[in-house]
Structures are given as structure tokens and as C-alpha cells.
């Protein structure tokens, strides 16, 4: 019997980078209907990179990093790291990513090794939230609204590799956003099992990372489903590893953008397990311009 991949596989498959020098790696950007390469698949891709140069005891820590250029669907992306420092506790490393000769994206990732802390504290999550369970996919909540679910939907859908829950129900009308705070929060899980490797799940994550966070910003002013308003672009993103953690479990992703001006708009995420604890924090700033009537 064929084996048909899940939606987990092939995002493993594409985070798989292929060696073409020591230094240097070359991803697969899929040929898709979108106008730019997904930014998460573009800083995972990087942030995989960065991890193929360390000796993979060091798991990362933080990394920082700037979407500079839109990247063309179709077209291979090749990863340049340079190894910026290779300390006792931690390591550095700088990922610049380029297609078609051009500078897209650059990434500042640093690993550390474990270590024992002397203190530890936590802010406990600003809310209760309803277990991922008791919450409607995203397609079922289209499909409740719409009577069904168009096939361009469907087939994203199947596509998706990781399976997304809003804590709150998506709201579908001007009305239904009166008063909205900027805040929102989804349940997320790979869509099948990512393995074992750390690396993996760290770079699953940060792909998973740009997949909702700028919601919070739009809330407030159109509904998230349905044509858009704003041509919207990641400028910047930033992410902290506090944790070990496994994309492929059930995490919440509460997000939240305490200012919108200018044409950006901030947002900030922190990730949680199901016990509550903190894993990763997560800062992104995103650039919304009025499209043009």
C-alpha cells in the first residue's frame, strides 16, 4: 500500500535542506498560489541552516530577524551562515538568505548550552482558556458559516501542516468587530508527528510562529476572514526558547498587539503548553498598507 505523506512529512521534507558547501544550504520553496514565499517557511528554513553548522548539543535560545525582500514560490532560496562565534556556553550564528541574487532575508540565531538556573519564575497566562477539544477547526467554522467549504479552501486545508483552533470564534462581519480588543489566541499542533530531533520541532515552531501572530493587529478593524483590506507584509521577527517542547502536541498561542501606527503594526506572542508553562515568547512587527480600491 502507497504511503501518503502527512501534512507533517512534507513540512519536514521542506525544512530538509540540501548541503551544497560547508557553509551553504539551498531550500525548496513550493510552487504555490501566493503572491510571496510564506515568511515562517523562509526563517524555519534559516534557523534549520544555522542548526547544520553546530555541533547539536546547544538547542537555540533566541533568534532575531528581518524579512527584507518578498520571495518568489517556486524558486530555490540559498541559505549563506556564517559562524560568528563558537563560545563555551553559547553559539552564534548569521544566516543571510538569498534568491535569484538577492538578499531576501537575514537571521541572527545563538544556541546555548544547557545549564542549571539559580532561580526560576513565570507569569502565570493572562487567561483560562477551553481545552483545544472543545474548539472547532478553522474549516469547520467556514464551513458553519459559508454552508461549505469552496474546494481552493479545501485544498488548503489538506494541505496545512498544522492544525489550527481560534479560542475565540472567528468573527465574519463589521458589526461582530465593534469594540474588539487586539488580542487573540489559537490553539496549534503539527498536523502528524515531527520525530524526535529537537532542531525539528524548534524550527516547525518558528514556522508555526508566522502563521497567525499578526491577526491581533487586524482585529480590531476587519474581520479575519474574507477579502482584506491591507496589503500585509512581516517586517521583523524575534523569538525567545524557554522550554524543550514538541510542535507536534496540542500548544496555545496567545497573541496580542499593544500598538498599530504608522502602517505597522506590533505584535506579541507567548506560547504555552497545556500545564500552563511558558514556552517561547515571540515579537513581530508587520507592515499594512491600505490596498487600492
Known amino acids: 500500500m502507497t504511503h501518503t505523506p502527512t501534512p507533517a512529512e512534507h ?12 557553509n551553504i544550504f539551498r531550500g525548496r520553496s513550493p510552487e504555490e498560489s501566493l503572491q510571496r514565499v510564506f515568511g515562517g517557511q523562509v526563517a524555519g528554513q534559516a534557523l534549520v541552516a544555522a542548526g547544520r553548522t553546530t555541533d547539536g548539543d546547544r538547542p ?9 525582500r518578498p520571495g518568489r514560490p517556486g524558486v530555490p532560496i540559498v541559505y549563506q551562515v556564517e559562524r560568528v562565534r563558537d563560545g563555551r556556553s553559547f553559539t552564534t550564528r548569521r544566516v543571510t538568505a538569498i534568491q535569484q541574487g538577492r538578499t531576501i532575508f537575514n537571521l541572527t540565531a545563538s544556541f546555548h548550552k544547557p545549564e542549571e538556573g539559580s532561580f526560576e519564575h513565570q507569569l502565570p497566562p493572562a487567561r483560562e482558556v477551553p481545552d483545544p477539544e472543545s474548539l472547532p477547526t478553522v474549516a469547520d467554522e467556514v464551513r458553519e458559516y459559508l454552508g461549505g467549504l469552496p474546494e481552493s479552501l479545501e485544498r488548503m486545508a489538506r494541505r496545512q501542516p498544522f492544525e489550527i483552533r481560534y479560542v475565540d470564534r472567528l ?13 487573540s489566541a489559537v490553539w496549534m499542533r503539527a498536523v502528524g ?3 524526535d530531533d529537537q532542531l525539528v520541532h524548534t524550527c516547525a515552531l518558528a514556522y508555526a510562529s508566522d502563521m497567525t501572530l499578526l491577526d491581533a493587529v487586524r482585529i480590531p478593524v476587519e474581520p479575519l476572514w474574507g477579502p482584506r483590506s491591507f496589503d500585509i507584509a512581516s517586517l521583523d521577527h524575534a523569538m525567545w526558547f524557554h522550554r524543550p517542547f514538541r510542535a507536534d502536541e496540542w500548544f496555545l498561542y496567545d497573541q496580542e498587539s499593544p500598538i498599530a501606527t504608522g502602517a505597522r503594526g506590533l505584535a506579541r506572542g507567548r506560547i504555552y503548553d497545556r500545564a500552563g508553562n511558558l514556552l517561547v515568547s515571540v515579537v513581530q512587527e508587520g507592515l499594512f498598507r491600505t490596498l487600492e480600491a
Not at 530538509?16 to 560547508?22: A, G, P, Q, S, T
Request: overall charge negative; proline content about 5%; hydrophobic content about 45%.
Open 193 to 195: 508527528p515531527l520525530g
Open 11 to 22: 513540512l519536514v521534507d521542506l525544512l530538509d535542506l540540501e548541503r551544497i558547501e560547508v
Open 60 to 68: 537555540v535560545h533566541s533568534l532575531h530577524a528581518y524579512f527584507l
Open 171 to 183: 468573527r465574519w462581519t463589521p458589526d461582530e468587530i465593534k469594540g474588539a480588543d487586539a488580542r
